[in-house]
């Protein structure tokens, strides 16, 4: 391809870069060194910055797709030790489609850095606006996937910068946190999101009746200083926690809440349907209906997957779609496919670069297993350096001095993520005169300092889960939290069930659709899962 060709696509791929901090990088630091059918090198000024943008990749292969409808693989490269060999003329179809500059659809187009919305989105923002000068308390803005919501509630979150309003935006899980605090920073916006357990100041405690642990609340909580509380992905959000923010909004003065999220989604565990969906204390609300965001066929497999009620009762026909968005896989070749991808150098930069996704936890054990297998060998130890570990439930570190129940804090929340830094070392730990064995393990946990942990070894398991199940009926609560906080429950994040993964954007999903066969939420699962991908979804085929 010739140098002038080159710059004429490249220019054309910068037009169709939907995120305008990833669109301004490129812009600004990058160039289309060579372009070979279905591969791209792009070249960046230094090393650094290809590394801490590699996770921008999926952007501009969604930006190739736009413009040659193709799925193209981005290679990044520093241009000043690039030398190509590929100087072919650009192929007449992609002449003949940058110079039609076809129309695609796109999550805003971009003038000055400023977001223009469509006609949809701006009823909504108007409402929005109404809002913080009206006598409601709650608005509730739904739409199902690509719609816009996000795209939307960035814009509004900057007017309320813009007007001095004070506001705080959660989620109800340290993933969707995550995922909405990465999404505002490539819209040029510092966002801290917390989590919903955080905004209620919500500590485990434990009920001493049942013997089950709950989050309650702590503390009086003051949010007299918040205009506007904006709760993301309220799919997931519990009966509880949604009564508790609305006691507490309708006690506040001043305070707002808008209930962003798809109710087509997994409803929280134990739960029909969200609550948010259907409570009659929110009077206002918006739908956001005109799809804006190109996702390909997966997007129309998925509305259909959504809009078909069929769907409830069987699995949908997964076959290869004529964009490879979804790609149906012999199952050997599907593995082999995942294992390379876990092997990547994007995925040890980018952890949701890739995942198996499923409904079972047995199935999801299995495939983390199968991970190990290949990546670390099948009689590798229980942890390895590079080993990558999911938080099954909070883990809590003694606080200095403390005593009782209340000695504890959370060390690393639920769902959170770590790398394991150094070979798991076996020790032994004597409590009540029985002796634990367990793996010390030293992690770097995704958010937060290298810190060790003190992970069970499953010959100990079952003594463990009968002392801790003793503790609890005899009601020796001191050494029930001693126990049971003693250790830290983690497991393997190769692979996840679909409602771990809720609220995360993962760019190559490996979706076990076989395994959701007896779900009787198979319909929500199938969703909510096929929405997770950003590039691709793979299924293995029969």
């Known amino acids: 391809m010739t140098a002038q060709n080159l710059q ?5 791929i910068l037009n169709h870069i939907s995120l305008p901090v ?3 990088l490129f812009k600004q630091h990058g160039n289309l060194l060579d372009f070979q059918e279905t591969e791209a090198t792009v070249a960046l000024l230094t090393s650094a910055l290809i590394e801490t943008n590699r996770s921008r990749i999926p952007h501009l292969q969604a930006a190739f797709w736009s413009v040659t409808n193709q799925l193209v693989e981005v290679k990044l490269v520093v241009e000043s030790e690039y030398s190509s060999s590929h100087q072919e003329e650009i192929s007449s179809w992609s002449l003949e489609k940058i110079s039609k500059n076809p129309e695609h659809l796109s999550p805003v187009s971009l003038s000055d850095g400023e977001f223009s919305l469509t006609s949809d989105q701006e009823r909504a923002l108007s409402q929005l606006k109404n809002l913080t000068i009206s006598q409601e308390k709650f608005f509730r803005l739904t739409g199902f996937a690509g719609t816009g919501k996000t795209v939307l509630i960035t814009s509004f979150i900057q007017w309320l910068v813009s007007e001095g309003i004070n506001f705080v935006a959660a989620t109800p899980t340290n993933k969707s946190a995550k995922n909405l605090s990465q999404i505002a920073e490539n819209s040029g916006l510092n966002l801290e999101v917390k989590t919903v357990a955080q905004l209620l100041g919500q500590q485990p405690v434990l009920d001493e009746e049942t013997g089950i642990e709950v989050f309650l609340s702590k503390e009086e909580l003051d949010w007299s200083g918040y205009g506007i509380i904006i709760i993301d992905e309220f799919s997931m959000l519990n009966r509880d926690n949604f009564k508790e923010i609305a006691s507490e909004v309708k006690s506040s003065l001043l305070s707002k809440v808008v209930f962003v999220g798809d109710s087509a989604q997994l409803p929280p565990v134990g739960e029909r349907e ?23 066929e997966m997007a129309r497999v998925a509305q259909e997957i959504r809009s078909n009620p069929k769907y409830s009762r069987t699995l949908y026909p997964f076959t290869t779609t004529r964009d490879s968005t979804i790609l149906c896989l012999p199952q050997k070749e599907w593995l082999q496919r995942a294992v390379a991808l876990f092997d990547s150098p994007q995925f040890k930069l980018n952890p949701d670069h890739i995942r198996f996704l499923a409904w079972r936890n047995k199935t999801v054990e299995s495939l983390n297993n199968f991970v190990r297998s290949q990546l670390w060998g099948k009689n590798a130890p229980d942890y390895v350096t590079g080993d ?26 639920n769902s959170e993520e770590a790398v394991v830094i150094d070979q798991g070392e076996e020790c032994e730990l004597l409590f009540l005169g029985q002796i634990y064995k367990y793996w010390k393990v030293m992690v770097k946990p995704d958010c937060g300092k290298e810190q060790p942990l003190s992970i069970l070894h499953r010959e100990s398991q079952k003594l463990y889960n009968e002392k801790v199940k003793y503790l609890a009926q005899v009601k020796q609560w001191q050494s029930y939290f001693d126990l049971s906080r003693m250790f830290d429950d983690v497991g393997y994040a190769y692979s996840l069930t679909t409602h771990k993964a809720q609220g995360s954007t993962i760019d190559y999903v490996f979706l076990d659709v076989a395994d959701m066969r007896g779900c009787s939420e198979r319909q929500k699962l199938q969703y909510t899962a096929l929405t997770r991908a950003k590039t691709q979804v793979l299924i293995p085929s029969n």
């Open 8 to 12: 004429l696509l490249w220019l054309e």
């Open 22 to 24: 990833t669109k301004a």
């Open 274 to 296: 969200p609550i948010v969906s259907r409570s009659s204390e929110i009077q206002q609300s918006a739908t956001l209906t005109q799809v804006v965001r190109y996702d390909g």
């Open 388 to 413: 990558r570990l999911i938080a099954r439930r909070p883990l809590f570190r003694a606080k200095p001095g403390a005593k009782g129940k209340n000695k504890w804090r959370i060390a690393i929340n």
